[in-house]
């Protein structure tokens, strides 16, 4: 039986001094949950993004200073972690994790990475727990893997409706056509100073269910209108939730999952490849937090199985 791909690394959970306010334990908790109730999803352990993969996206000083360890300390701050092999080994895994699910979403139309979305890293700086920024690397590499198979030239989306604007993602594709860059975000939230995408949709603090999905609709429009992607690499962050610590904005869980169908939706309607990675997530609870996430994998499950139906009768 042929199962929805996603991609996760044994490496995904850090040691961290206590206290630490990342919420490491959810990485866990998503692999029991879909262990428990997903069993539609097969696990795959991802393999590492090699030096040439993540030059893509980022300089070889910083990924020199990364994986040595000379990174300066006030870049290591930024970062949020405490560097350590174990960090710059889950960052290669999470990067090669959105590679592996963009190659299965080009193949099969949707597959997963079960962490990532690290948008805050641009080619020379990480920030805000990110070290390398996986869609991007991952975008490139399909375009350049796209461009030696000798088929048209490969545009991707990225949709990035972590509540954290996408700043990283922003900056590495601000001068690139063939990258558009769509962040929907909480206007006063994290980062403070933020970068143009090619479309920000600016949240006010407390938007809830309603209108965060007429927001996504305008947004998803335009993007239509200005853009067509051969693949769509979808940020799917949980920090738009009502009890998310870090989010400030008030989506339910119907409002998630509404809004995970909209740009599920999106894509298929045009038969558009979508990989999708996880992004941020902080609920006090973080069970919920991995609700939220299961929610975005069940639906992504419905449309991965439109496609293998069009593909047995077909008609992809
Ligand atoms: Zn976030």
Known sequence: MLLMRAFYS??????????????????????????????????????????????????????????????????????????????????????????????????????????????????????????????AVAARLMQAEQGRSGKAPLQVAVIDLDVHQGNGTARIFRDDPSVFTLSMHGQKNFPFRKEASDLDVELPDGCGDAEYLAALEHALDELDRRFTPGLVIYLAGADPFERDRLGRLKLSFDGLEARDRRVFDFAWQRRIPLAFAMAGGYASDIAETVQVQLGTFRVAFEYWRRWQNAAARGNP
Not at 19 to 47: I, S
């Open 10 to 135: 044994g490496r995904f959970v850090l040691p961290l001094p206590s206290g630490h306010r990342f919420p490491m334990g959810r990485y866990a908790l998503l692999r029991e949950g879909l262990e428990r109730h997903l069993p539609e999803v097969r696990m795959l352990e991802a393999p590492r993004a090699s030096d040439g993969e993540l030059a893509l996206a980022h300089t070889p000083a910083w990924i020199a200073a990364i994986t040595d360890g000379s990174v300066d300390a006030q870049a290591m701050r930024e970062i949020g972690f405490p560097w350590s092999e174990a960090m710059v080994e889950r960052s290669r895994r999470s990067a090669g994790a959105t590679i592996e699910a963009c190659r299965a979403a080009l193949a099969e139309g949707v597959a997963a990475n079960m962490a990532g979305g690290t948008h805050h890293a641009s080619s020379d700086r990480g920030g805000g727990f990110c070290v390398f920024n996986d869609a």
